[in-house]
C-alpha cells in the first residue's frame, strides 16, 4: 500500500519557500492554548523547544539525562555543513543538495533533502547569533574544512567540539525560555509509552528516574527527538544511555518505522580493547583532512612498527582505490575498505582488527603546532583511551557502529502517520538515505528543531484544529498501567543471566549477521535466533532492586527488552532489500569490483513498516522514491 | 590486574552512608574505572547485591555526567581528565581506589555517587545565554571576530558543566563553572550586548543557590577536566565590576 508524504507541488527550488507561505498560522494570541511535549534535549530537541516557547506555545521538554546540556549531541566532533560557499570553491544549495542525495545513495526522499541544503545557511548565522564560537581566520571571518563525501570545504567547526558548542547554543536558547517561563525541564525523566487516542498521539507516560514515579502527560502534540537506534548493537560510539524505547514504543502504538536497515558504520573509531569494553570511541572523520589511512601491503609487515615500514611498502587503500576523494571517501566506502584490507589478513593490532590513520606528512608539512589547533582535543582523548602519543606514532583504527538513517516514518511536515506525532533529528528517517554524510547529522537536527517544525506544527494545530484531551482520559490510566505491568513483570523474573549479557549477545549477533555486510543466510539465522534469545530474556533475566527507586539495571532492562524487538525489524527489513546501497550491503549484491549495486527497478523506495501487534508480522507499506532533480546514477568516489 | 574499590554507598540524601568495599578482579590497565564499576555491578547484580549508582552517559570525556571523587580528587590525579576517561594503567596493581560522590551543599546527593547538580541549570537560566530568538540573525560574517578572541572565548566554553570545579573547593565555590560562560560569552561581539545584566544576574543566582565565595587557591583548576584556568574568574570579577561601575546593581539584576 503506497503512503503519501505530502511533498507539496511546483519546482524543487522553491516547493520550501512556497509552502512556508502557504502553512496555516496560529494566532500569537491562541498559540497559549497549546501544550506540546518535546522528549529529548538534545540538537533537534533542545532547538524545536527553545523556538516552539518562543513562538508561544507551553513546551515541556524531557531528558533522560540529569541537565538537558548532557543529550549526545554535545560529542558530535567534527563540524557542521552548511552550503555558505565561504571557501569561493563552488560550493551552492544544489551542490550540497546533489552531494547529500549521492551520499544517501539514492534513498533519501529528495524534497526534504532540498529544503535542507536550504536551511542549512540559516543554521550556522542563527547559531553566531547565539554565541557559538566558530573557528575563524585571522581575518576574523568563519573558516570551513572538508568532510567526507564532498569535494568542497563547506564544514563549519569548533574545534573538535562542534556539537557541544551547538548543543549548549541550543541548550541556552531552552535555559532563556525555562527563565521566561514559557517552557518547563523534566531531567532524569525518560518516555516509556506514547498515549494515542481516536489515532491521535495525546500524550506521553513518563518514568522519574530518581523516584521511579510513573506519570503521564498530555499534549496537543508530541515530538519525539530522541535520537537513534546504534546502541541496539551493544558496542556503539552512542552514549551508554541512548536508547531506542520512545521510538520503539511510538512504532507499537501504530507510527510505521522507516528503513530500520540503514545503519551507519563509522570508519575511524578506537579499536575494541576487550571484552570489558563499554563502548567504543570515535575518531572525528575530519582527522582524515590530513591523516592518511594504510595498512602493510605485504602481511608478514603487519606485526612490524609502523614507524619501521618504509613508504613503498605502506597501502594507502583509500587513495589507492578512491583517488578523486581519498582518505575523505564517504563512510560507508571506508568502513567496507577497512574490513576489506582487515580481511584478507593486513590489518594491524590485536586480532589483526585495524588500520593506521597516519599524522606523519602533515606534521612534517605544516607542523605539530597546526595539528595541535586543529585536533589538539581529539589526540588527547586518544592518548587517554589508548595510551599512545599520536602525534608520534599512527593511530590505530577500525569502523564501529555509529548512527542510524532509519527511524519513524515522517511526512514532507515531519509529521508521522500519526497525527499530532512529530519526529525530528536521528529519531526520523528522512534526509539521509542509505548513508549519512559526516558533519550532516548536526545539521539536520538544527535544521528540523529551528527552522522546519515551528512552522509545520503551528499548521497542524491551524489546520487540523484537534479536539482537546483531558488529562483524566482513561487512554491515560490505560497507558501507565501498561508501562506499571512491564516493569513489574521485568523484575519478577529473578532469572540467572545479566541484562548486559543479554544485551552483548545481542550485539555480537547484529554485529555479524547485519553489520557491514549482510547475507541471506546470516540474516534468516539472525532471525531465527533472536526470538529464541527474547524468550531466554524474558524467561532467564535477572534484574536487580525496585521500580520505586533509581534503579539503572530496571532501566536497561527495560531498554534491553526493546531492542529485541526492534533488532527482529531491522534484520527483516535487511533481509527484504535484497539489495546494496549505502550502508546496507547485501553480499548477493555486489559489481565486479566489488562494490554495492543498487537495484533501482526494485528498490527505490522507502520501506515503512506498520506493527500489526506481537504476534504478527509487520506490514509493508513502500512510499515510492520520486527524483524530479538528482539523476539516480551508479555512485562512484573513484 | 587486581584491585579494591571503596564505595561510598547511601541509598538517599536522608539515609546514613558508609564505604564499602569492593572487589574489582581480573580487570585490565586497558579498563577505564568506570568499566571496572561496571564489572563490579553486574557481580552484584549477579549475586543479588545492590549494584552502585553513579552517572555516566558519553564515556568520552565531553557530556558532563560522570562525577566520582577518586582517591581524594575530583574526576582522579590525571590532569585534564574526567574519570570515565580515566584508565586502570595509572594504577597500582593491587591498589585500593577510593570513591565518593561530589560533597558540595548546592549539590544534594540522590543516590551512592549520584548527586543532584540542578543549580548549575539554574545559574545559566539567569543569564547564561545570548537573548536572540530563532530566524532573523544577520549573516555569520556580518560581524568580524578576531581570531585570539574567539580562541580565548571557545578556551572558556569548553566547560562540560562537570561540577568537579566546586567539589574540590573548600568553599564549594562556582566561580569557575560561571567565569567560564561569563567569559565564553564577554569575549565575543554578540554577547557583549547584554554583559552588564548577564553577569549581575549569574552571580547572583550562584549566591542563591548556596555555593561559597572564591578564595583563588586555584584547586577548581587543577581538578578541571577540560583545563580551563583561573583567568577566567579574573575575568569575570572585571566584568563584575564593571557591570557595578556602569551602574547596575545585583539586586536589579534578575
Known sequence: ?638 | MHLSLRVWRQKSASAPGRFETYEARHVSPDMSLLEALDGVNEDLIASGGDPIAFDSDCREGICGACSVVIDGIPHGSRHGTTACQLHLRHFRDGATITLEPWRARPFPLIKDLVVDRHAFDRIIEAGGYVSVKTGGAPDGNAIPIPKTNVDRAMDAAVCIGCGACVAACKNASAMLFVASKVSHLSLLPQGRVERERRVLAMVRAMDDAGFGGCTVTGSCEAVCPKNIRIDVIARMNREYGRALLKGGSPELAL
Open chain 1, 1 to 638: 500500500m503506497p503512503i503519501d508524504a505530502h511533498i507539496p507541488s511546483g519546482p524543487l527550488e522553491r516547493k520550501w519557500e512556497r509552502h512556508k507561505s502557504d502553512l496555516e498560522l496560529v494566532h500569537p494570541r491562541n498559540k497559549r492554548k497549546y501544550d506540546v511535549l518535546v522528549v529529548g534535549s538534545g540538537l533537534s530537541g533542545a532547538a524545536a523547544a527553545a523556538t516552539l516557547a518562543e513562538l508561544g506555545y507551553r513546551v515541556k521538554c524531557f531528558c533522560f539525562q540529569d541537565s538537558a546540556r548532557r543529550a549526545h549531541s554535545i560529542a558530535a566532533q567534527g563540524g557542521i555543513n552548511a552550503a555558505k560557499n565561504c571557501c569561493n570553491d563552488g560550493d551552492s544549495v544544489s551542490r550540497l543538495f546533489r552531494d547529500t542525495i549521492k551520499g544517501g545513495d539514492f534513498r533519501s526522499r529528495e524534497a526534504n533533502v532540498y529544503r535542507l541544503a536550504q536551511i542549512s545557511v540559516d543554521i550556522i548565522d542563527q547559531c553566531v547569533a547565539q554565541g557559538v564560537p566558530f573557528a575563524r581566520e585571522y581575518g576574523g571571518l568563519l573558516q570551513n574544512r572538508s568532510f567526507g563525501g564532498a569535494q568542497v570545504s563547506r564544514t563549519f567547526y569548533a574545534r573538535g567540539q562542534t556539537g557541544q558548542q551547538l548543543l549548549l547554543g541550543a541548550y541556552q536558547a531552552l535555559s532563556r525560555q525555562i527563565s521566561l517561563g514559557n517552557a518547563r525541564m523534566f531531567s532524569r525523566t525518560e518516555m516509556l509509552d506514547l498515549v494515542v487516542i481516536d489515532g491521535q498521539a495525546k500524550g506521553i507516560v513518563v518514568r522519574d528516574l530518581v523516584s521511579g514515579e510513573i506519570a503521564s502527560h498530555a499534549g496537543d502534540a508530541v515530538v519525539l527527538a530522541t535520537g537513534g537506534y546504534a546502541n541496539m548493537f551493544y558496542l556503539s560510539t552512542n552514549a551508554k544511555g541512548c536508547n531506542a524505547t520512545a521510538a520503539w514504543r511510538a512504532y507499537r502504538r501504530g507510527a510505521f518505522f522507516a528503513n530500520p536497515c540503514f545503519t551507519q558504520i563509522h570508519p575511524t573509531c578506537i579499536p575494541v580493547g576487550g571484552e570489558h569494553q563499554s563502548k567504543l570511541t570515535l575518531m572525528s572523520e575530519s582527522l582524515r583532512n590530513d591523516g592518511r589511512v594504510w595498512v602493510p601491503r605485504r602481511r608478514e609487515d603487519c606485526a612490524k612498527a609502523p614507524g619501521s615500514i618504509p613508504e613503498e611498502d605502506r597501502d594507502y587503500y583509500l587513495e589507492r582505490k578512491y583517488p578523486s576523494f581519498g582518505n575523505l571517501a564517504p563512510r560507508d566506502i571506508a568502513s567496507r575498505a577497512t574490513k576489506e584490507v582487515c580481511d584478507a589478513g593486513r590489518g594491524v593490532g590485536p586480532g589483526g582488527l585495524g588500520v593506521y590513520l597516519d599524522f606523519g606528512d602533515a606534521i612534517r608539512q605544516m607542523g605539530i603546532e597546526t595539528m595541535r589547533e586543529r585536533y589538539g582535543n581529539l589526540f588527547e582523548m586518544y592518548e587517554r583511551i589508548r595510551g599512545e602519543n599520536a602525534y608520534e606514532v599512527p593511530m590505530r583504527m577500525y569502523p564501529a557502529m555509529h548512527y542510524t538513517m532509519g527511524g519513524l516514518w515522517v511526512d514532507y511536515h515531519l509529521m508521522s502517520n500519526l497525527p499530532g506525532l512529530f519526529v525530528i533529528g536521528e529519531a526520523n528517517f528522512s534526509d539521509h538515505g542509505a548513508n549519512r554524510l559526516g558533519a550532516s547529522g548536526l545539521m539536520q537536527g538544527l535544521a528540523d528543531g529551528y527552522f522546519i517544525l515551528p512552522y509545520t506544527i503551528g499548521h497542524y494545530f491551524a489546520s487540523g484544529r484537534p479536539s482537546k484531551t483531558p488529562a483524566d482520559h482513561p487512554g491515560f490510566a490505560a497507558a501507565e498501567a501498561g508501562v506499571k505491568a512491564r516493569l513489574a513483570r521485568l523484575l519478577s523474573v529473578q532469572g540467572k543471566r545479566t541484562v548486559t549479557s543479554f544485551h552483548r549477545e545481542l550485539g555480537r549477533l547484529l554485529w555479524n549477521d547485519c553489520g557491514m555486510t549482510r547475507s541471506e543466510a546470516g540474516l534468516r539465522e539472525a532471525l531465527g535466533r533472536i526470538p529464541e534469545l527474547r524468550a531466554e530474556f524474558w524467561g532467564d533475566v535477572r534484574v536487580s532492586g525496585s521500580g520505586g527507586e533509581m534503579n539503572a539495571d530496571l532501566e536497561r532492562a527495560n531498554q534491553v527488552a526493546d531492542y529485541l524487538e526492534l533488532s527482529e525489524l531491522v534484520c527483516r527489513d535487511a533481509l527484504m532489500r535484497g539489495e546494496s546501497c549505502g550502508g546496507h550491503f547485501r553480499t548477493e549484491s555486489v559489481t565486479e569490483d566489488g562494490e554495492a549495486r543498487r537495484d533501482d527497478a526494485q528498490f527505490a523506495f522507502v520501506a515503512a513498516w506498520e506493527c500489526r501487534g506481537a504476534d504478527r508480522e509487520p506490514m509493508l507499506h513502500k512510499e515510492p522514491l520520486v527524483y524530479e532533480e538528482a539523476r539516480m546514477s551508479t555512485r562512484s568516489y573513484r
